[in-house]
């Protein structure tokens, strides 16, 4: 008999996943006389007794109410209940006063703590990574985000079938299972373990789609600008701002997930600028992985904007910086520039526009709904790449049409000059070019 079900359905008895789907994320559903048809009561232990905010614009998200929560202050989470024996009598008491038919941890759970959760709290349980999944699993609309998605749920699975699932501990009957036999866990597990490496070289390619389209644009010398930044900062409106690609735009944690690219003009120059899935506070290691390929747009990109959002109090702003660059972190370092971005600035009083002055004095005050600011930043882009280029004038010969297309595509704004012998074209290149088309620079032309 399934569990009750809001946004997210978890099966009391899991054959094809805990965070298995049978409706979409986000369609809050309500029983008869308009209560939530999943009510969640909140918990987090740890030594800081954990801040619970993040984790419920997360079940917002979900589509599941949130009608309590219980925090605990202590060193680390105990190893068998999450919480102390005290706290977990708590837990119950006000669960179940608050009707709640759903409880959710702020970490990641051992199948050990979260079978004996259940088992004391008689309410199913789940874990701060099964609603990310499950939030994903709704956003995700293009094939390649489908199966990162599909990846980390099996790889989030398969680490807790033998401590979750010992209904399943029976060795299979019939033709074939004589002897010693296959446990019905151990068939499942190795059938999930297919699947995950046929997933896997699905990703592979795809990663490998990425790398020839990558070697294009780096052959073709088309500078590369990505977004990266914590859930809901306004990348998309962001995007939208600078090049009117008419990206969704909703207050929702997680509402882009597949990576969109669209070119930009600064200086006359084009760019290619990436947009792609934010990050947050635990974000669950499984889904690093499983979109690394995705992630890995951000990494390679010449020039990364840093976007946060303006409104969000100091210390917590910090804790997102970090989570952000530690979880870039986790693909390797790298050398890439990067430009901070104070987006929703519309938001912010002129006292807390002073703060983030002073606060982060190299970051560009913008609004992606208002525009404000927009013009700026496409000029700190635009100097961020000064170095790459250089001025040139050149006389190219009218036979020599492939190389004049060339200048006009990679080059800034350029004067154009009609003459008897050839077009006169003044403008700035990126350095390779540069020296490639020097044989047609005026200054080396006089001398001949």
């Known amino acids: 008999m399934p569990y009750p079900a809001g946004g997210l359905e978890f099966p009391a008895v899991p054959s094809n996943g805990r965070s298995g789907r049978k409706k979409p994320s986000g369609s809050r559903e309500t029983s008869r006389g308009g209560r939530a048809r999943q009510r969640a009561w909140c918990v987090a232990a740890g030594a800081d007794g954990g801040d619970l905010s993040e984790l419920e614009e997360l079940l917002l998200t979900a589509g599941v109410a949130v009608v309590g929560s219980s925090t605990q202050r202590r060193e680390r989470p105990h190893p068998n209940t999450y919480v102390g024996a005290g706290k977990l009598e708590e837990i119950r008491r006000e669960a179940r006063a608050a009707d709640a038919n759903l409880i959710v941890t702020d970490d990641e759970l051992s199948a050990r703590q979260e079978r004996n959760l259940e088992g004391a709290l008689k309410i199913p349980v789940i874990d701060r990574t099964t609603v990310i999944l499950d939030i994903f699993a709704g956003h995700a609309h293009s094939s390649e985000g489908k199966l990162q998605v599909e990846l980390a749920q099996l790889q989030y699975n398969l680490a807790r079938m033998r401590g979750l699932w010992t209904h399943l501990e029976r060795l299979g009957g019939g033709i074939g299972t004589r002897g010693p036999g296959e446990t019905q866990i151990e068939t499942d597990q190795r059938l999930a373990r297919n699947r995950i490496a046929a997933l896997s070289r699905r990703l592979g390619e795809v990663a490998g789609s990425r790398a020839t389209m990558r070697a294009e644009r780096q052959r073709n010398r088309i500078p590369t600008v990505a977004l990266a930044g ?4 306004g990348k998309s409106s962001l995007m939208n701002a600078l090049t009117g690609a008419g990206v969704v735009v909703r207050d929702r944690l997680f509402e882009t997930l597949d990576p969109t690219t669209r070119e930009m003009e600064v200086d006359g120059r084009g760019f290619l600028l990436t947009d792609t899935v934010g990050f947050i506070r635990k974000l669950p290691h499984q889904l690093v992985r499983a979109f690394g390929a995705t992630l890995e747009e951000t990494l390679r990109a010449d020039l990364v904007l840093h976007v946060f959002d303006s409104s969000v109090p100091e210390e917590q702003l910090r804790a997102m910086l970090a989570a952000v660059d530690d979880a870039l972190g986790q693909f390797g370092e790298s050398d890439q520039r990067q430009l901070l971005v104070a987006n929703k600035i519309d938001l912010a009083d002129p006292d807390r526009r002073r703060e983030l002055r002073i606060a982060f004095p190299d970051a560009i005050q913008v609004s992606g709904l208002t525009g404000e600011g927009v013009e700026e930043l496409r000029s700190a882009i635009g100097e961020a790449f000064s170095d790459r280029f250089e001025p040139v004038e050149l006389l190219v010969p009218y036979a020599d049409g492939e190389a004049i297309a060339e200048v ?41």
Not at 230 to 233: E, I, L, P, S, V
């Open 230 to 233: 914590y859930t809901n900062a």
């Open 408 to 448: 006009h595509r990679l080059g800034g704004r350029v004067e154009r000059e009609e003459r008897a012998d050839g077009v006169l074209l003044r403008t700035s290149l990126p350095r390779v070019l540069a020296r490639r088309l020097s044989g047609y620079s005026t200054a080396l032309g006089a001398g001949r």
